[in-house]
């Protein structure tokens, strides 16, 4: 991942902690205030068809409320999946932290591919 994709996801973080609604999809969403307003004809991550109109409309019978609700989950989802993955990532560190105080109380190094294995995890 380049320096400019990193930046733009850290952007959407610290977007989404300081508002939770800003998840929800809408056209002020996370995505909307990195990247800006959606240009007509299309919305960001949706593809080719919907419009603005069409998916954030309040119009119960707007052809986009099905499309949303399934957007919604999928957001809901990623979410999960993040919160998981970051969890998972706490679970490893703890293991090498406790890998390299056991090699430490036998006054030895950690093996050397061993040592390269967990630089290329983070």
């Known amino acids: 991942m380049n320096d400019e994709a990193m930046a733009i996801g850290e952007r959407i973080e610290e977007i989404e902690q300081q508002d939770e609604s800003s998840r ?3 056209q002020n969403d996370s995505i909307a205030q990195v990247f800006g307003k959606e240009k007509p004809g299309r919305v960001r991550g949706v593809g080719f068809g919907l ?3 069409q998916l954030f409309s309040s119009n119960s019978h707007a052809p986009g409320n099905s499309v949303k609700a399934e957007l ?7 979410k999960v999946m993040e919160d998981e993955a970051a969890a998972d990532k706490k679970k490893m560190q703890a293991m090498e932290r406790a890998l ?4 430490q109380t036998q006054d030895e190094e ?3 591919d061993i040592t390269i294995g967990m630089s290329s995890v983070e």
């Open 100 to 103: 390299i105080y056991l090699f």
């Open 72 to 78: 919604e989950g999928e957001k809901l989802k990623r």
């Open 51 to 53: 419009t603005p109109t």
């Open 24 to 26: 929800v999809l809408s």
């Open 110 to 112: 950690l093996p050397r």
